[in-house]
């Protein structure tokens, strides 16, 4: 989504802002010139092939690779070269790589990053590729170190140089022979596919001359999200339903449309709902019944007549009229048989009470006391008749 009134594309690759082209199109330095339906970054010159806003990472193809010749006649022949990006744009550490195409080559970057307080300071990293003869070479498509061989790319880096050069004391005639030309180059890692013939090209570069593709990470803003926040209108997350995401690569800040919206969170109004309810987004917000569109979201439910435990991914099946039957005899059941419990435990409760009530009453009007004298009485009378009955004649 461009500016209003800005074109929104060069040739076939998407303009959106905050990069534009053509005075009030863009926010600096996101300046894109278009020449002959080709887009460049007017910063730094080099060939826009994708922008995209969700992931902040911008597609060029960098023209930028090093190689050396040594022939066995003597004669040899070099080019060194580097990237310079303005601090808007770093080079994605996580998307490319260093790589090294030859035998007993040794590749070397050598870039710049900012540490605390913004300081300056050099960054290195280097990867060797080796092999003896042409058999040596790896046949497939990966780089695993026989006639190629790639490594990571360091962080928060804006500029950087290559360096290819043959390794002394392993690199000889037998080794120039079939594979007199190294190279080495900074590209997309899941671009590169390995091709034996690299090893016994003497122009690979030249085959390149546009460049190799290479994946920038891009920020809004050098500062973070919370020190943008107090920034007003210079707060670049404009759209209302949208957020702002500190990034990994380097200082700085992106924005994106909260979840459940979509479109350029630079514009105001630019985040818009999301029908989930509709093609082609029913792909990515599943429902298995009926969808209903909210905004910011979506509900999912079975039609009448039918349930599912979760309708968004189990599908909705018909239900059985016997089962509500069932449910309602069985809570039922249950219910009166509660209540059974329930009053027969009250009336055993009652009972109890009722003997005890008795019992204190009894004791307090002298019942306890007239129970003993009466149970002294019996005994005397008993143990009277006794004696009479045993008592014998004179």
Not at 41 to 50: E, M, Y
Not at 160 to 177: D, H, M, R
Not at 326 to 349: D, P, Q, R
């Amino acid at each position: 989504m461009a500016r209003p009134g800005c074109p929104d594309k060069c040739g076939n690759v998407s303009i959106p802002y905050p990069f534009g082209t053509g005075n009030g199109c863009f926010q600096e330095p996101f300046s894109v010139a278009c020449n002959e339906s080709r887009a460049y970054l007017a910063s730094t010159g080099v060939q826009v092939l994708d922008i995209n806003l969700t992931i902040g990472e911008i597609r060029v193809l960098n023209p930028h690779i090093a190689w050396q010749c040594n022939y066995t006649n003597g004669t040899n022949s070099s080019g060194l070269d580097g990237l310079s990006l303005d601090p808007f744009h770093k080079v994605s550490h996580t998307k490319n790589m260093l790589t090294s195409i030859g035998c007993a080559t040794l590749a070397l970057v050598v870039g710049v990053t900012k540490g605390k307080h913004q300081f300056e300071y050099p960054v290195a990293n280097s990867c060797f590729s080796f092999c003896t003869d042409a058999s040596n070479v790896d046949d497939s498509t990966e780089c695993s170190g026989m006639g190629c061989y790639q490594s990571s790319f360091p962080g928060n880096i804006s500029s950087f140089n290559t360096t290819s050069a043959a390794v002394e004391g392993i690199s000889n005639s037998t080794i120039q022979s079939f594979s007199p030309c190294s190279y080495s180059f900074v590209a997309e890692e899941e671009w590169f596919k390995f091709d034996r013939s690299y090893v016994l090209s003497t122009n690979f570069a030249s085959k390149h001359a546009n460049g190799v593709p290479l994946v920038l990470d891009w920020v809004v803003g050098n500062g973070s999200c919370l020190e943008a926040s107090k920034m007003g209108s210079q707060y670049a997350c404009q759209a209302k339903n949208s957020k702002c995401i500190d990034v990994s690569n380097g200082p700085g800040y992106r924005c994106n449309c909260s979840q459940g919206y979509e479109g350029n969170p630079y514009l105001q109004g630019g985040c818009q709902d999301i029908n989930e309810c509709e093609p082609p987004n029913q792909s990515l917000y599943p429902c298995k019944g009926n969808c209903r569109n909210t905004d910011g979201n979506y509900t999912c439910s079975c039609p009448s007549g039918f349930r599912s435990d979760d309708p968004k991914s189990i599908p909705c099946v018909r239900a059985d009229p016997n089962n509500a039957l069932k449910m309602v005899l069985g809570i039922s059941v249950s219910i009166i048989f509660l209540m059974v419990c329930i009053f027969a435990l009250h009336a055993e409760y009652q009972k109890r009470k009722l003997a005890k009530e008795k019992q204190i009453f009894f004791d307090q009007n002298g019942g306890s006391a007239l129970q003993d004298s009466l149970s002294s009485s019996m005994c005397s009378t008993v143990l009277h008749m006794s004696g009479i009955g045993i008592e014998t004649p004179r």
